[in-house]
C-alpha cells in the first residue's frame, strides 16, 4: 500500500517535494493545497487535485502524512500546530531560536489528536543537526564547527537589490578554503565569521549608474557585509540569467576531537554536502521523514518529534532485515 | 547516578573504552575482565576490580552495561549471545556477511533475558553504515561509495611478515585522490577496487635479503596486492618503531544522487572520518550505545538492536529539550 502525501504550500519547496515523490515508489501524491486561487496553479503530476488550504479538513481519509511547505517566519507557527490536528505533518520549521517554543505548540496539539509532527527537517536544522549530534557524542572532548555554502544567500541577495542602482544581484556566501584547513588539522582554531567566509556579490546595475559607489555602499552595509571579506562583481542581466539563477547551498560540519588517556590522539569526523538544488534536496529530506511519520504513526505513536528521535531505519523503504543485510 | 559498564576483554579496544569512560562523566567503570590471570593485567584506573571472564556472572548487580571488546572471527559469534543472557551488551561485530545471522543469535536470547544487544557498533559496521542510510533514504536516486583509509590494514601487514627475508613491515591502505574527485563530481563511475585504493608498504628486510625478489614477491601476491597498484619501501626498525608504530584509519562514505522532474540537479553528500587510532575511536562510539542500551532497557525495551534502530538522541548525555536548543 502505498504512503498518501499532501503538500500544503506549492512554492520552491513544495514543487521540490512533488518531483521527489516520484523518486520513492512507496508513495503517491494525494492533493495539493494552496491559498492562491486553485483553478490558476498548474501541477507537473496529473489527476491530483489541487485545492485551497480551507479545504484540507475535507482530505483528512485521503491523506496519511502532510508536507508542509510554507516559510518559518510567519506561515509554519500557526500551520503546523493546526494542521497536526488533523494529519501527520512534516515541517523544516528553521528558526534556530524559536524551535523549543515551536516543539511545545507542536507537541500539545498532536498529543490531543494522536498524531505525529515531525519539524524543522531538513539539512539545517536537519542532517546538520544529526551530524553535530552524532559527532558530539562520540567524541565527548572536541569542538563542533559549521560552515555554510558554497550557496545563495536570499537574504543577503534581496539587501544588494535594495541599493540604489542595482537592477538586480545575487550574493554567494563561500567557506574559506584556510578556515577549513585549520580545523581539519585538528588544531581546533577559535575562528571569527570573517575568518570563516567570504561573501562574493553578483550586481547588475542600472545603465549609467556609478559603480564604484555601488561597490563601495555594499561592502560597507552594516550586518550584511561590513563584518566579511566581500568582492563585488558587475555583470549583465544575460550572464545573471545565465551563471546564476540556480538555488545551489551547501555546507560543512566538522567536529575534531581527542580521545586516548593523554588526549595524544585526534579523530576528525566531517560531513558536508554539496547541493544543486537547495529546495529539492530540503524537499527530498522532507519525504524520507514523510515516510518516518506514517510509521510511525501506525505503530501508535503521536506527539511531535524532530531528526534526532526518530530510528534511522524508519527513513528507508527497505525492511530491517535488508538493511542489516546490504547497509550495515 | 552514573551508568555502570563492564569491559569484556582487554586489548586495544578494551583500552580504547577505559580511555573512552573518562571522557564520559555520566559512566563509570566497575570491572575488567580478561581471559588471562587477572593478577598478571594492569588497568589504567584504580580501584577497578580485574576478574576472569568466568566471574562475569557473579558481577550482574553491579554491571549495567558489558561492552565486549574481542573478535569477530572467534569471540564475538559466542560471547555476544551467551553475555546478553546476564547483561545489556556492545559488541563491534564486523563480519558483514554473518551478521544476519549474529543479530538472530543474540536476539534470540536477549528476548528471553529482557536485556538489549546493540552490534556490529564501531564505524564501518557503524557511522559508516548509519551514514549509507541516510544518504540513501534522502537521494533515492543515486549511487553510494565507500573508500576505507588512509590506514593500517592488519591483515596486509601480516601478509608482508610471511614474505621470506621480512623482518617486519605495515601496510597502508589509500583512497585514490582521482577516484574522489571522479565521485564528487556527479558523474557517478563505475570504479574498480584497483582505481580506488593504492596500497603503501613499509618493509624492514634482513640483513643481506634480496629486496628485489621481496619487493616482487610482495607486489605479485596474489588476493592481498597482485590486483593493486603497490608501492613498496624498504626502512630500518627503527624508522618503522618511530614512524609507523600508530594505528590510524578512516575512510569516505559518499552518494551521489539526482533530484528534480527532470533529473537535473546533482547533490553530493560525503562523510568522512581521519583517525589517529581506529581502536580508541571504535572505542569511542561502543561507549555512546552503551549510553543508549542501558537508557533504552530502562525504558523496558529488549533484544538485539543495530546502529540503525537506535535514535540519535539516546546516545547524548544531553536531555531531548537541551538537544533540541542546542543542537538542532
Redesign the interface.
Known amino acids: 500500500m502505498s504512503i498518501r502525501v499532501g503538500i500544503f504550500g506549492y512554492g520552491n519547496l513544495g514543487k ?1 517535494v ?3 515523490i ?3 515508489s512507496d508513495m503517491t501524491l494525494a492533493a495539493v493545497f494552496t491559498r492562491r486561487n486553485p483553478a490558476t496553479l498548474k501541477i ?1 503530476t496529473e489527476g491530483v487535485p489541487v485545492l485551497n488550504i480551507v479545504k484540507a479538513e475535507d482530505m483528512v481519509d485521503e491523506i496519511d502524512v502532510l508536507i508542509l511547505c510554507g516559510g518559518s517566519a510567519t506561515d509554519l507557527p500557526s500551520q503546523t500546530p493546526e494542521m497536526v490536528k488533523l494529519f501527520n505533518v512534516i515541517d523544516s520549521y528553521d528558526t ?1 531560536a524559536k ?2 517554543l515551536h ?1 511545545e505548540n507542536v507537541n500539545n496539539e498532536a498529543q490531543k489528536s494522536g498524531k505525529v509532527g515531525i519539524i ?1 527537517v531538513g539539512w539545517d ?1 536537519g ?1 546538520f ?6 559527532a ?6 572536541g569542538k563542533d564547527y559549521t560552515f555554510w555554502g558554497k550557496g545563495v544567500s536570499q537574504g543577503h541577495s534581496d539587501a544588494i537589490r535594495r541599493v540604489e542602482g542595482v537592477l538586480d544581484g545575487k550574493q554567494y556566501t563561500i567557506p574559506t578554503e584556510s578556515a577549513l584547513e585549520a580545523v ?1 588539522s585538528g588544531a581546533e582554531p577559535e575562528l571569527t565569521t570573517r575568518q570563516k567566509l567570504i561573501r562574493e556579490c553578483f550586481v547588475v546595475a542600472e545603465e549609467g549608474a556609478d559603480k564604484a559607489r555601488i561597490e563601495q555602499e555594499i561592502k560597507t552595509m552594516p550586518n550584511y557585509f561590513a563584518d566579511y571579506d566581500t568582492t563585488v562583481h558587475f555583470i549583465t542581466k544575460e550572464e545573471l540569467e545565465k551563471n546564476h539563477s540556480g538555488i545551489p547551498h551547501g555546507g560543512f560540519v566538522i567536529r575534531s576531537g581527542k ?3 593523554n588526549k ?14 537547495n529546495p ?2 530540503t ?3 522532507l519525504v ?1 521523514y514523510a ?1 518516518a511519520a506514517y510509521r510511525l504513526n501506525s505503530e501508535g505513536v503521536s506527539g511531535c518529534k ?8 524508519y ?3 527497505k525492511s ?2 535488508e ?3 546490504e ?2
Chains 1, 2 share one sequence.
Open positions: 521540490g512533488e518531483a521527489a516520484r523518486q520513492n507537473q534556530h524551535i523549543p516543539f524543522s536544522p542532517m543537526s544529526l551530524n553535530r549530534l552524532y558530539s557524542a562520540v567524541l565527548s572532548e581539519r580521545t586516548g588517556f595524544e590522539h585526534n579523530h576528525i569526523i566531517e560531513y558536508s554536502l554539496k547541493l544543486d538544488s529539492e534536496f524537499a527530498s529530506v524520507a515516510r524532530t531528526v534526532l528521535d526518530i530510528p534511522p531505519a527513513l528507508s523503504q530491517d532485515s538493511l542489516r543485510k547497509l550495515l
